[in-house]
Each structure stands twice: as C-alpha cells, then as structure tokens.
C-alpha cells in the first residue's frame, strides 16, 4: 500500500487520503491526479469509503481529466448510501457531468460503473479481497477488512467492529486508524466523528493483543505537532507509526 494522501486536510505540505494497494486498485480519491498523473489510466477500481469531499475530491476532475484517454470503464466501488449521494450531489449534470451514463470515446461502455458494497460480505477486486464494514463515522461509511491481514478504519469513530475483527482474527495483523485532531478539540472531534490521542487511548485498551502493527494516519496537518506531542505524553507514540504522504505499507 502506498500513501498518496496521509492527512484530513489539504495544504501547500499535505496531500487528502488516497491509498493506492496496486496500480489498478485505489482506496479513495483525495489525491489522484497529482500523485499518479498519467497512471490514472491504470486504475481499473476506486473504492470509496465514504463521501467526504477530502475522499472524493480527484473522482470528479481525474475522470475529467483523462476521459479521452481511458479505454476501459473506471469502476466506482461503495455502499449504496455512498453511490447515492455521489450521483445526487456530484454526478448530477448540475456540479459535474454524469459520467455513469456518458460512454467511452469510441465504446459503448460507460466512463464509470457503480457497483454498490454490502456490509461484512467479502469481495474481490483486482488482486484483493475486501470486506466491508460500518465505521460509525457518516452516512453510508465502511472501514474495510483487506486481504484478511489489515483492518482499514478510514474516518471512524467509537467502532466495536474494529476490536471485535481483531480479538477474534488473529490473522489480522495491522490496523490503520485515524487521529484527526488533538484532544483539546474533544468537542469538535465528538460531533464530527473522528478520533483524538485520548479517544484512541481509550479505544486501544479494548484490543486484547500485543501483536498488531498499528499505523496512524488521517491527521489534520495544521495540528499535527499537537497530536504527535500528546501522543507522546501520553505513551503512545512509540507504540504507532505516523504515516506520511508517500508512505508505504507491505500488506502481509
């Protein structure tokens, strides 16, 4: 997995989340264009974990950008909830063409397909296997179990699903979770939800196991010395790792 987005805000230093797993699967579509360029028309799925605009922001103008190159239809992966909002509110004809019923230059086939993810059913798609499952974080949201190794949160909030994938499964070996804000912003972080240092130490202590990689990511860039030096007061810091645009996780 390699990082093209680690943070929950945009900035002249900081990328939005997008996590290429190969060059034809992407989880998210915050940066794409900037980061993959021309090799967007290697992708064949883009899984979207929800509809926040630091998510999709690229889905629109990628599509745009490379539509008389691409050959091959660019498939949409989401829960209904997501599918419908971004056909409501982006790929309406109103914000931006409906691209699910524009076809290819010189194809019948349309420039996208949707194609709707149930919770807790497996998938396959391209080289990977996913499960999807409610985050808690917004309408439609899903974390994704990968491979039956890493438990994906995206954006999440209090989410028993996570502890109880990883207490149960002992194949899973990483988590990726977010820390979007410092705890000073506990009220903020509550009514958004996302997770702060101390939510997440809070959360940490219904995992029942000493063998789980843990990564970090999701911080938005403007508090980052904030969330990283409160990790360290209180103890975690040492215990995660903080990933940064063009990380790179090996999956296994």
Same mark, same amino acid.
């Given at each position: 997995?390699? =990082?093209?987005?680690?943070?929950? &805000?945009?900035t ?10 190969? $060059?034809? !699967? ?5 940066n794409?264009i900037?980061?993959l360029?021309?090799d967007?028309?290697?992708l064949?799925?883009?899984l979207?974990s ?7 922001v690229?889905?629109p103008t990628?599509?745009d950008?490379?539509y008389?190159e691409?050959r091959?239809?660019?498939?949409i992966?989401a ?5 419908d909002i971004l056909k ?7 914000v931006?063409?409906?691209f699910?019923? =524009?076809p290819?230059?010189n194809? &019948? ?10 919770y807790?059913? $497996?998938? !396959?798609?391209g080289?990977?296997?996913?499960k ?10 899903c974390?994704y ?12 909030f ?8 990883l ?10 979770i977010?820390v979007?804000?410092?705890?000073a ?5 509550v ?7 101390l ?15 843990i990564y970090?990511?999701?911080m938005?860039?403007?508090y980052m ?9 209180i ?18």
């Amino acid at each position: 997995m390699k =990082i093209l987005g680690a943070f929950g &805000s945009k900035t002249k230093n900081s990328q939005l989340s997008a996590y290429l797993l190969d $060059e034809k !699967t992407v989880i998210d579509a915050g940066n794409l264009i900037q980061s993959l360029g021309r090799d967007f028309l290697k992708l064949d799925n883009i899984l979207i974990s929800h509809a926040h605009f630091d998510h999709i922001v690229d889905l629109p103008t990628a599509i745009d950008t490379y539509y008389s190159e691409l050959r091959k239809s660019v498939n949409i992966f989401a829960t209904q909830e997501v599918i419908d909002i971004l056909k409501e509110n982006i790929f309406n004809n109103k914000v931006w063409p409906d691209f699910s019923a =524009i076809p290819l230059m010189n194809s &019948s086939e349309k420039t996208i397909v949707f194609h709707a993810l149930e919770y807790f059913k $497996e998938y !396959t798609i391209g080289n990977f296997r996913f499960k999807p499952y409610p985050n808690f974080h917004t309408f439609g949201s899903c974390g994704y179990i990968i491979n039956d190794i890493m438990v994906f949160t995206s954006d999440t909030f209090l989410c028993y699903h996570t502890w109880d994938f990883l207490n149960n499964n002992k194949n899973l070996k990483q988590l990726v979770i977010e820390v979007s804000f410092p705890s000073a912003y506990n009220r903020l972080a509550v009514l958004s939800k996302h997770l702060t240092p101390l939510l997440l130490e809070d959360e940490l202590k219904k995992l029942k196991r000493e063998d789980v990689k843990i990564y970090i990511n999701h911080m938005k860039y403007e508090y980052m010395d904030a969330i990283i030096n409160e990790l360290k007061e209180i103890g975690l810091y040492d215990k995660v790792t903080i990933l940064d645009d063009n990380s790179e996780i090996e999956i296994g």
